[in-house]
T-cell receptor
């Protein structure tokens, strides 16, 4: 089955710990994206990558880091520097880099930091 | 800074009603306007609009873009309880970035 997988579905961490969220796609898409969604708000772009070994900051990159060592994988690390990390995190991919077309979303990871 | 604003923020209707959701945008290097439906987890794609004045339809849903007024609407006719969801619109740039609005929460009562 083709698609985007994110793991885990729910994640709990103590304040001060870094945590890495997984995102894998087998759609052979070039571009991948990370968004954050808070209650009552839309999606805000954290980082995006259009090709392997390259990525750009989105609107709210502070306190986050990413890597893109393989086309299929785009993990997001939420560092202890992120002041308010509790949120719903969505990963997405799209077929063509630089093409503002449809993005396909994973099921999301709900992160709770206490 | 790119900005997308949706209205209303929430809407409660009864089955059979027709609803219109609004989306205005200010996006530098604008290329496309996209609509998504989010029921519980992942948003699912509805429409992508790139040209002004051309309506796109899918069943009871339709959408149109006005690039002069920087505006799009999403219409849903004969609403059903299964239409209850958050509807998101997003402005896309020529370099692949989407800026999302805050979403409209639609609740359809039987």
């Amino acid at each position: 089955d083709g698609g985007i997988t994110q793991s885990p579905k729910y994640l709990f961490r103590k304040e001060g710990q870094n945590v890495t969220l997984s995102c894998e796609q087998n759609l052979n898409h070039d571009a991948m994206y990370w968004y954050r969604q808070d209650p009552g708000q839309g999606l805000r772009l954290i980082y995006y990558s259009q090709i392997v070994n390259d990525f750009q900051k989105g609107d709210i990159a502070e306190g986050y880091s990413v890597s893109r060592e393989k086309k299929e994988s785009f993990p997001l690390t939420v560092t202890s520097a992120q002041k308010n990390p509790t949120a719903f995190y969505l990963c997405a991919s799209s077929p063509l880099a630089g093409n503002s077309g449809e993005q396909y979303f994973g099921p999301g990871t709900r992160l709770t930091v206490t | 800074e790119d900005k997308v604003v949706q209205s209303p923020l929430s809407l409660v209707v009864h089955e059979g009603d027709t609803v219109t959701l609004n989306c205005s945008y200010e996006v530098t290097n604008f290329r496309s306007l996209l609509w998504y439906k989010q029921e519980k987890k992942a948003p699912t794609f509805l429409f992508m609009l790139t040209s002004s004045g051309i309506e796109k339809k899918s069943g009871r849903l339709s959408s149109i873009l006005d690039k002069k007024e920087l505006f799009s609407i999403l219409n849903i006719t004969a609403t059903q309880t299964g239409d209850s969801a958050v509807y998101l619109c997003a402005g896309g740039t020529s370099y692949g970035k989407l800026t999302f609005g805050q979403g409209t929460i639609l609740t359809v009562h039987p």
